[in-house]
């Protein structure tokens, strides 16, 4: 196979994988085409958690095809027993000869084990085909591999000049139905969504997926003080969980109010705090408990904490053409910085979102 037939396989391949964007987690995306000669006899992807992997689905597609076929895959093959055995004996059994992928998973249960596999069986191995391609696709399961942290993304709308509410407090709506669809979108993809007290406060957010078909993330608050109401929107679980983070002081002062959040379905967790709650500590926690990518939309305060630790890794900046010449800031720093150590980010890439621009960054770390 030609080096332009393998990346064009492995771009059908990537669009197959998205297609289980949302539904998979905590496993990432991958998709899988078998090619005898230059003709595809059998492909797939991953579509659910606890289902069958990309290279299974394409295998049974394919049938007795596969025997000395090319198999063009965006992920390393799995070599252990999970929710499903392992891909590699499966390749192996097909007589599939040869293997062509994308990337090595960071998964230290296969990391370079399945290649190894395949390698010792007598199947030739190509790696890195389009390899930042599908690890820009599954980005979020990458991050959280590697440093056992979740992937971090902050949305934030704004005015044209920089206002996420007018001085009143008032932010429904900046922006377009269409913006909050993608945002609505944006949930279903990650595992959990969290805002902070004042948010919860002043927007009563319930934080759900409702204008999409998808599934709803859990749904995190952070409260040091333990301040916020009971009857607030977002402690109603009958339809999504809801984690509720606060300080260490507070959970002992306020136990009947602990109580009361407890009996209505809220899981109360407690991380140490200074002026603020730890942010690391909170990505700790969240990791500790699976949770391998998170959401912050809002506030200020709360965006502060992440962004200024290095701890953001994507920010979803949709502009609304408004314009308030007051009101509130999306970016307040306790410490706002000088020019020279100003955080930094990717050229964005900008698209048209109803009578928005939605612009997505990467955060630069040192």
Known sequence: MKSVEEF????????????????????????????????????????????????????????????????????????????????????????IARVVIASRDPNPLVGGKGIRRLRKAG???????????????????????????P????????????????????????????????????????????????TVLSDNPELRVRLIRGRDPVRVVVDGRLSLPTTRAIFNTAAAPTWLFTSSRAAGAKKEKIRKLVSQGVRILSVPSEHRLNARAILRTLAAEGVSSLLIEGGADTIDGFINQSLADKLYLFVSPKILGGGLNGFTFTTPRLLRTSIHCTTP????????LLLELLFIHD
């Open 123 to 149: 199947v030739q191995v190509k790696i890195g085909v389009l390899q930042s391609n599908t690890q820009a696709l599954n980005e979020k399961f990458f991050k959280y591999m590697r440093t056992g942290l």
């Open 349 to 356: 890439t900008v698209q048209t979102i109803g009578e928005d």
């Open 8 to 95: 064009r396989f492995m771009k059908r391949c990537l669009l197959l994988a998205k297609r289980g964007e949302g539904n998979v987690h905590p496993n990432p995306m991958v998709g899988c085409v078998i090619v005898q000669g230059d003709k595809v006899v059998g492909e797939g992807y991953h579509e659910k958690f606890g289902g069958p992997h990309a290279e299974i689905i394409a295998l049974k597609n394919a049938g007795k095809k596969a025997k000395g076929a090319t198999m063009v895959v965006s992920l390393e093959p799995c070599v252990h027993f999970g929710k499903t055995p392992p891909c590699t004996d499966a390749v192996i059994r097909a007589g």
């Open 151 to 198: 992937y971090v993304g902050i949305k934030l709308a704004q005015t044209l000049d920089g206002k996420i509410a007018d001085g009143a407090g008032t932010s429904k709506w900046i922006s377009s139905k269409a913006a909050r669809t993608v945002v609505h979108r944006l949930r279903h993809e990650y595992d959990a969504v969290l805002v902070g007290a004042k």
